[in-house]
């Protein structure tokens, strides 16, 4: 049953973020800022699968089924030569940390996801992208070590850019950094740093729209952070709940997040498993 502020959200017009079918204004997104048609989509992945197929390592661990590939063409607006570099950077990263992705502990990451850590808003900005929150005041290191953080959220991303809305719309990331400690930040650096960046950097097959820092800490006061003002001209205000300037009520529901990393846990952990078969040998460098 629909609580009000579903009800009021949908009259409005606003989508859900578990969207499964694509309305026609968000079919129009993609035509207008990826080019994709339905030539030129079935084009392109007939020719991307080829190159993977045509590759001895990729073929091994890559999934060819459209709905895989389409993440990484869309997020490279279908250039087939960069959707392949991107494919070489996402497995490379896996393979080159054994030590995150080596050891997968669905009860742990499940729990960590439930956690509060990271949230995904019932539903989608104006703009249709997805919004996550992710906040660190929630997370200990002591009892999460920092290498199963980044396998969950690694799982997070997975199983959200199947999602052919997101994969057009983007994501728009507001980092909660309330309650950021030095215990936490010697757990990133200096050795995360560099992944961090790389990954966000040209790893993800994902379209970044935009990331947004609230509620400073000490660790970052040397660094951009917006103030509740400026993320509204991003995200309109009926989205957010209200700890960041929103119409919505607090919001803290981990089980949204646990359920989607339920739904692709087991097609995640297999390609994992499957990098690891190849032994860690890096497939190519296309940084």
Not at 37 to 42: F, G, K, P, S
Not at 135 to 159: H, N
Not at 182 to 211: D, E, G, T
Not at 240 to 249: A, H, K, R
């Amino acid at each position: 049953m629909a609580t009000k502020y579903e009800e009021i959200m949908k009259a409005k017009g606003f989508l859900p973020y578990n969207l499964h079918t694509l309305p026609a204004k968000f079919i129009q997104k993609a035509k207008e800022e990826l080019g994709e048609t339905d030539e030129i989509r079935v084009q392109a992945l007939e020719q991307f699968r080829k190159r993977i197929l045509e590759d001895k390592k990729l073929k091994m661990c890559v999934p060819t089924d459209d709905t895989y590939l389409l993440q990484f063409l869309r997020a490279r607006k279908y250039d087939v030569d960069k959707a392949i570099g991107l494919v070489h950077n996402y497995f490379n990263l896996i393979i080159s940390h054994p030590e995150i992705f080596d050891q997968l502990d669905k009860e742990k990451m499940f729990k960590f996801s439930s956690s509060g850590f990271v949230n995904v808003l019932p539903f989608r900005d104006n703009d249709g992208c997805l919004v996550l929150t992710i906040r660190m005041g929630t997370w200990d290191p002591e009892e999460i070590k920092v290498q199963l953080l980044f396998c969950t959220m690694a799982a997070v991303i997975y199983s959200f850019e199947l999602y052919p809305a997101n994969q057009i719309c983007g994501v728009r990331i507001i980092f909660d950094s309330e309650g950021y400690s030095f215990k936490q930040m010697r757990c990133f650096v200096p050795r995360y740093i560099p992944l961090i960046a790389k990954a966000l950097r040209n790893c993800i097959p994902a379209r970044f729209k935009s990331i947004h820092v609230v509620n400073e800490a000490i660790v970052f006061h040397s660094l951009p952070w917006n103030n509740m003002e400026e993320i509204h001209k991003y995200i309109s205000k009926e989205v957010l709940p209200q700890e960041y300037g929103g119409d919505y009520t607090s919001y803290n529901d981990g089980d949204s997040v646990t359920k989607e990393i339920d739904k692709t846990y087991d097609m995640f952990s297999m390609l994992v498993r499957t990098c690891f078969s190849l032994n860690g040998a890096p497939l190519m460098n296309k940084d």
